[in-house]
């Protein structure tokens, strides 16, 4: 089983908010896992632009695979209804790699400088 949380790079915001919006793209998919008794690999990738999150988000859809894409309320950083992210996943490991594995990790606080 894996999960991805896809960010938007192009979006200006700030860590903790980077954070919090995988978080609700997460919280969206409400897939019950049980992750006392299973495993699970998540990983948190980019993308460069909403045209991409768009398009993943449509993949997914296609393939049936549980998505959940984070439209933000704009209380804070970003105008409101700008989408921020998106979860793809629980689901096989190989449906997931067929539509992220070209992705590029986030691999810590460089990334964004």
Request: proline fraction near 3%; hydrophobic fraction near 40%; charged fraction near 25%.
């Amino acid at each position: 089983m894996k999960q991805v949380i896809v960010i938007r790079k192009d979006l200006d915001l700030s860590l903790g908010k980077y954070i919090a919006q995988a978080v609700h793209a997460a919280q969206r998919v409400g897939y019950p896992f049980d992750y006392e008794n299973e495993r699970m690999v998540c990983i948190v990738v980019y993308v460069k632009s909403e045209d991409k999150l768009l398009k993943l988000h449509e993949q997914c859809i296609v393939h049936e695979i549980p998505c959940g894409l984070q439209v933000d309320a704009g209380k804070s950083e970003v105008v409101a209804r700008t989408l921020t992210s998106l979860c793809i996943g629980p689901a096989a490991s190989e449906d997931v790699d067929a539509i992220t594995g070209k992705l590029q990790l986030v691999r810590g606080i460089v990334d964004w400088g």
